[in-house]
């Protein structure tokens, strides 16, 4: 079975700056996927970065980025120049690639980290 | 661009009432997750269908059951419901044989509240 962990119940950062999300996770698979999901008060599940096991280049999406290492089971997730917006409920989510090749598989969520982002 | 759809998007029932949450997956979807967050938690998944066919089961009591219907649409059934019952249920499509594209969308959830 897979398990994703997240240590950081909650994380604070003033704006303009810096900040990082942990996240580990088990898992016995060789093909998976790596997600971060973005969650603000209005509750919508927003997809903010996705990271492919077999690829070893760090995701980037503009000011998000991972660090992304596979031996450690390590999947860490960077926000630059924090903006007030940026203030949510952070998930990492662990997918296997499902039982067809190509598809999608059940997500498996940490426990959350809320991040506040301060003016 | 069209998104998934979930209704009702609130809904409030007494205790042992049934309930129906229906959602209508991003067209060409063939894949659709049903999800459970309790307050304060991470969404669990409850179970997943493909092709109108169920593909995989998680932690779903046996008071609910699913489908999936000839337009990709599918309705969660929840009955004799209870107060634990009461969360935010999403709805998550995807589409299958689409090379590098292993995305879920998420709609913006159902909020059945149990009283």
């Known amino acids: 079975a897979q398990t994703v962990t997240q240590s950081q119940p909650e994380m604070s950062v003033q704006e303009a700056e810096t900040v990082t999300l942990s996240c580990t996770y088990d898992t016995s698979e060789n093909n998976y996927y790596l997600f971060w999901y973005k969650q603000p008060p209005s509750r919508q599940m927003i997809l903010v970065i996705r990271?492919?096991?077999?690829?070893?280049q760090n995701a980037t999406e503009n000011r998000f980025s991972v660090n992304f290492q596979k031996a450690a089971k390590s999947f860490s997730l960077k926000i630059s120049d924090s903006q007030l917006g940026d203030t949510a409920m952070y998930f990492c989510?662990?997918?296997?690639?499902?039982?067809?090749?190509?598809?999608?598989?059940?997500?498996?969520f940490g426990t959350g980290t809320r991040l506040q982002v301060f003016p | 661009a069209a998104g998934v759809i979930q209704s009702p998007r609130h809904l409030i029932k007494e205790k042992r009432e049934t309930a129906t949450l229906k959602c209508y997956p991003i067209p060409r979807h063939d894949t659709v997750y049903w999800y459970q967050q309790g307050p304060g938690q991470d969404p669990q998944f409850l179970i997943s269908f493909y092709e109108k066919m169920q593909s995989d089961k998680g932690s779903i009591p046996d008071r609910f059951s699913a489908q999936q219907f000839s337009d990709y649409h599918s309705e969660l059934n929840m009955s004799s419901l209870e107060l634990g019952d009461s969360a935010l249920y999403f709805c998550?499509?995807?589409?299958?044989?689409?090379?590098?594209?292993?995305?879920?969308?998420f709609g913006p959830g159902t909020r059945l509240t149990v009283l």
């Open positions: 989510a662990f997918m296997k690639q499902g039982p067809r090749s190509y598809n999608t598989d059940k997500l498996i």
């Open positions: 998550a499509s995807s589409l299958e044989w689409t090379r590098g594209v292993d995305e879920q969308f």
């Open positions: 990271q492919e096991a077999y690829k070893q």
